[in-house]
């Protein structure tokens, strides 16, 4: 009820406070024999971890994960894994100013509201800090995917602020901060920085993907695959909108070029975006989601205060100008937590359903060769 767990099979707790002593999770239900070190888990949390570039903010965390338990000699045992990330750079005074005050578009007045308290300590629970977690929770569920499926995950931004980001290539993802898939940044770091010298923020938009996810992952009626990716989005700290496929464009399409035609050699499109009814069609998924611009500014704004008296609030400290910028791995992680939840699904209610379908198969054939007579036949 207290909305901290993600997913049922493969349950992810998220703990901590973005100026606490440390955050983390327990991941319960990770199957038993996986090959499992830091090491598998730390690149995803490097990609995603603040003070990479100067157009995030400059908060210096290692973000160096520990597992605390759950492997034993290498491996998962089947019991909760518990995954600690230690904050090490915390500046909690810049926000002594603001303790009293709500922030517009920030999370500071609705926790207000709920709780009666709330830690004002660079948002506390609603901080963008809490993903790192589920970065590395993300990263179990990628390995243990790709060692059943070949399933593998990749994003990148398509849009910040006003400026669209053509494709180009995925090779040019990984050579950049904006994980942007183009050889030519230059544009989008000026333009990043007269932002951040305006005082101001804007807005992302990012796409994910899913390559090798096997079909027949999702539950109708109200547990379908596609309803689960956009919960898990939705989700995502400052998410405002998410496409399955070719999303709100579909309203411009037609029956005949929305539908994706079947041939003998599988789908010849993918508006679908790898999803038919709620379940996978074995196709790649692909997601795509609005992020808004960064409610932390130092441009003054009008609010009220606790006491519900009108103040101008300037928000003082090291803040993204962008959290697209950084979301691409958290997107990443939180479709794999999705497809890892819905594959143990599936593994536990309908794992035999190909073994079934053979022996349908070798039954009908044996009341064929039956009345035919005697004869051989291999399935």
């Known amino acids: 009820m207290s ?19 440390a ?6 239900g990770c199957p038993p024999g996986l090959a499992l070190s830091e090491a598998d888990i730390q690149p995803d949390l490097d990609r995603r971890r603040p003070g990479t570039s100067r157009h995030v903010t400059q908060r210096n965390e290692p973000d160096a994960v520990q597992i605390l338990s759950g492997v034993y000699e ?54 963008a800090r809490l993903t790192a977690p589920m970065v590395a929770a993300g990263a179990v ?22 400026l669209e980001i053509p494709f180009s290539s995925w090779d040019y993802v990984s050579q950049n901060p904006f994980f942007a898939p183009i050889a030519d ?47 898990a989005m939705m989700g995502i700290n400052a998410v405002k909108g998410v ?29 679908a975006g790898g999803v038919l009814g709620g379940i996978s069609t074995g196709q790649d998924l692909e997601v795509s989601i609005a992020i808004k611009p960064t409610s932390s500014i130092i441009s003054p704004r009008q609010s009220v205060d606790v006491n519900n008296q009108p103040v101008e609030v300037v928000t ?33 209610q309908c794992g035999d359903v190909g073994d079934g379908l053979a022996r349908q198969r070798a039954a009908a054939a044996g009341t ?8 051989s036949s291999f399935l």
């Open 316 to 348: 003082k400290g090291r803040h993204d100008p962008c959290v697209g910028i950084r979301a691409t791995p958290i997107a990443e992680a939180m479709l794999a937590l999705v497809v890892m939840e819905h594959a143990l699904r599936q593994r536990a």
């Open 141 to 162: 569920a990628k390995k243990w995917l790709f060692e059943q499926y070949g399933t593998t995950f990749r994003g990148c931004m398509t849009q910040i602020g006003e």
């Open 23 to 28: 955050i983390g999770c327990v991941i319960d």
């Open 185 to 231: 940044v230059g544009p989008l770091e000026s333009y990043m920085d007269a932002l951040r010298k305006a005082g101001d923020s804007c807005g992302a938009r990012l796409r994910v993907t899913a390559l090798g996810v096997p079909a027949g992952l999702g539950e109708p009626l109200f547990d379908r695959l596609d309803a689960d990716i956009a919960y």
């Open 74 to 127: 290498g491996r998962t045992t089947g019991t909760p894994i518990a995954l600690l990330i230690q904050n090490t750079d915390q500046r909690s005074k810049d926000y002594g100013s603001i303790a009293q005050q709500f922030r517009p578009g920030h999370a500071d007045y609705t926790y207000w509201k709920k709780y009666g308290i709330r830690d004002p300590r660079g948002g506390g629970r609603s901080s």
């Open 243 to 271: 496409e399955i496929g070719a999303g709100f464009a579909s309203v411009s399409q037609r029956g005949t070029t929305h539908g994706d035609s079947i041939t003998p050699g599988g789908f010849l499109t993918n508006n």
């Open 368 to 375: 064929s060769a039956a009345s035919e007579g005697p004869q």
């Open 3 to 21: 909305g901290n767990t993600f997913g049922q099979l493969f349950a992810v707790t998220n703990f901590g406070e973005s100026h606490g002593p």
